[in-house]
């Protein structure tokens, strides 16, 4: 009897063991399939790698395969393009590997070390703020190239010269997003509803705050709350108590539903602001409590230009729906696209060679012109889109 | 005074979520004396098939609650099957051994459902649209009334059910004596996989109140709500079915009254930090029977 209650706890944790491998291999066997960028036959007079960090598990997996479909799209384009023209020279872009950071600040540490243990030129990643945070200083310490496309917290680029951005700084993003309340919405009176235990949510509240201080006439309030929240009732009773006009709600996509809904059942009707962590919301089923609100974006991806027609039509060719395509994957596709055309401006694979000719580039992103003040932080452009009975609507520029 | 009102209404609709969750942790410890930490995984599985029936009803054009009834016969499955594979085997092994294996049974939930949902947040389509209400000044979506009245008529539905019915009768006398109530005729393992299955159906009418509120589920949702039912459970007395409900209407009240009056951000320290204080004092829970362990 012992024995075979034995082996049943054996079989158990075995299963338990296998589940998480399975759930594991499930993205990584995905990205078989769609990541190794499609073979380019051609002539090439040698190799430049990269890497690529982005969360394929864990709450931010949305974004995840968006950001290595976008990655490797890239790549097999600036390959098919004749790839990386250096001198008289051309060399084949190659993707070391695509590492998960499982939404997770610590397994981001180690899927970095997993990149930095090949030999490349620069990596790409990641997405949220916290998981980027936790290889910026190493990565600077060992004079390696980092361009995040998408995490947008104001110290990232601040900690040394060779860590950019293809995004906009939460240091612009704040104030953009205090300035749509009282300019755009008129409101002297606002809610600020943001995460204190993420980098991305506090550090965009301070610098919004920072810009509401010094408006006159705005009264504002900042009711905290933590990532893993469901309930949202006691803030939003304390924002509609304080009479606020509009409400800020600057944090992750995974919990936009459950606020909106909330607030809009609590009975506030106003506009509900967000930032750039709102995309990829999932507004199916509550179409109706998603219109006026609004949030700011890298791009506008029905936008009618050349840039994004053409994105949007290799990706679904490429990867036969449009799932996965949002901001996110464009912005993996633009860092790529940005860091060679800085290579060939700098006549070279060097990451201490390079980072200088990306300190003056002028980039045309999908979102907009890219370029690096003298802190190395990018400026960018901001778009605001708006939901229309469910739809993603292009509402301005800023 | 509306301020303190509206704040109740919410503090007893999350509340009575956490009740109903408490429940079947309850129930459960009740009979076979074992914290079966995968019940907050069942509410998730229950989510889930409410996410997926939901839009089959509306396409049949049948009424949108009976997809509630799906959950139940998902999450009763489930239930059972886990009882039967996991627990069933290793029972009589000692209370560490069958903690671990609900422990494991909680991971391969998780990471099962990671494997077959994916790890994407969804929007469980809205079974009910009610009218927002009026109380004295303070706005009650519709939804925390039925939540409410739903949480309410469970557990008196199941404090009857427990007290007078001969099944009912059964499963209390499985727990003060195994051999005993063999003895009388009962069929031990028929009672405990019973038990299972009110639990995981209990599981399933949770997942419908938590998604009415919480529309956006994914595969990590048994975490937290699973603690939280369960220090709900310890404090209301773990095995006392009023315990339960006591437990997690005070939880869900105290959370939202320290968000509304003191910090929002950090609520939980504060919350558990009463709890514990609570404990202290009462080290058996609020309604829970000081009975000491035969030997």
């Known amino acids: ?35 190794g960028p499609a073979e380019v036959e051609g002539d090439f007079d040698g190799t430049v790698s990269i890497a690529g960090i982005a969360p394929l598990t864990g709450s931010f997996a949305s974004w995840g395969e968006g950001a290595e479909n976008g990655y490797n799209l890239a790549i097999k384009e600036v390959n098919e393009a004749g790839g990386v023209k250096i001198g008289d020279k051309s060399y084949k872009l190659e993707s070391a590997v695509f590492a998960d950071d499982k939404s997770d600040a610590t397994e981001a540490a180690s899927a970095y ?33 980092v361009i995040t496309p998408y995490s947008t917290n104001a110290t990232i680029c601040k900690t040394g010269d060779y860590i950019f951005r293809e995004c906009f700084s939460d240091a612009n993003q704040g104030p953009t997003l205090a300035k749509m309340a009282t300019d755009e919405f008129k409101a002297t009176n606002i809610a600020i509803v943001a995460a204190e235990d993420s980098d991305y949510c506090a550090g965009l509240a301070e610098a919004m705050e920072g810009a509401l201080d010094s408006t006159d006439g705005v009264k504002y309030e900042h009711y905290g709350c933590v990532t893993t929240d469901t309930d949202y009732t006691a803030q939003i009773s304390k924002a509609i108590e304080q009479g606020a006009e509009v409400i800020i709600y600057p944090n ?15 009975g506030f009707d106003g506009p509900i602001l967000g930032g750039d962590a709102w995309d990829g919301t999932d507004v199916t089923g509550y179409e109706d409590k998603f219109n006026n609100c609004y949030y700011l974006a890298h791009v506008d991806l029905s936008a009618d230009t050349d840039a994004v027609k053409s994105y949007v039509g290799a990706y679904k060719e490429e990867y036969g729906s449009d799932s996965g395509l949002n901001a996110v994957s464009s912005l993996y596709y633009d860092s790529i696209k ?17 980072k200088d000719a990306l300190l003056k580039i002028t980039y045309e992103s999908m979102g907009g012109t890219i370029t690096y003040d003298e802190n190395g932080d990018a400026v960018k452009p901001f778009t605001i889109e708006t939901f229309e009975n469910g739809e993603l609507k292009y509402y301005g520029s800023f | 005074m509306t301020k303190l009102i509206q704040s109740l209404m919410y503090g007893l609709n999350l509340g009575s979520i956490y009740a109903l969750t408490a429940l079947g942790y309850t129930m459960v410890y009740g009979i076979i004396r074992m914290i079966n930490f995968a019940h907050g995984d069942f509410i998730m599985v229950g989510g889930f098939t409410l996410f997926y029936t939901i839009p089959v009803m509306k396409n049949l054009g049948l009424p949108l609650w009976l997809a509630v009834i799906a959950a139940i016969c998902v999450c009763v499955g489930v239930g059972v099957l886990t009882e039967q594979i996991a627990y069933k085997p290793v029972r009589g092994q000692g209370s560490t051994t069958a903690l671990i294996t609900a422990l494991g049974m909680s991971l391969v939930l998780e990471n099962g459902a990671l494997v077959v949902f994916g790890s994407a947040p969804r929007n469980v389509p809205p079974m009910f649209s009610l009218p927002t209400i009026e109380i004295m000044g303070a706005s009650i979506p519709g939804q925390t009334l039925l939540t409410l009245a739903i949480g309410v008529v469970v557990m008196i539905i199941l404090s009857l059910f427990i007290k007078y019915t001969k099944l009912g009768k059964a499963m209390r006398a499985v727990p003060e004596d195994k051999v005993a109530s063999t003895l009388v005729g009962i069929n031990v393992n028929k009672i405990i996989t019973i038990t299972f299955a009110i639990g995981s159906g209990l599981a399933a009418i949770a997942s419908m109140m938590y998604t009415t509120s919480y529309v956006s589920i994914k595969n990590e949702l048994g975490i937290t709500l699973g603690l939280k039912a369960f220090v709900a459970a310890v404090l209301g007395g773990i095995g006392s079915v009023a315990g339960a409900m006591v437990g997690g209407l005070l939880l869900g009240i105290v959370e939202i009254l320290v968000k509304v009056y003191m910090l929002p951000g950090t609520y939980e320290a504060v919350t558990y930090l009463i709890l514990i204080v609570v404990l202290l004092v009462r080290p058996t829970g609020l309604l829970g029977k000081a009975v000491s362990e035969k030997v």
């Open chain 1, 1 to 35: 009897m012992r024995k075979r209650i034995g082996k049943t706890i054996a079989l158990l944790t075995t299963l338990t063991m296998a589940m998480g491998m399975l759930s594991g291999c499930g993205a990584s066997s995905g990205s078989k399939s769609s990541s």
């Open chain 1, 113 to 145: 070390n997993n990149c930095a243990s090949y030999d490349v030129s620069a990596v790409i990643g990641s997405c949220s703020s916290s998981c980027t945070l936790s290889f910026v200083e190493e990565a600077q310490a060992s004079s390696m190239l």
């Open chain 1, 252 to 266: 992750n996509y995974d919990t936009v539903p459950n606020f909106v809904q909330q607030a809009r059942d609590a």
């Open chain 1, 338 to 354: 940005m860091l060679v055309q800085a290579m060939e401006e700098a006549g070279s694979t060097d990451p201490s060679v390079i």
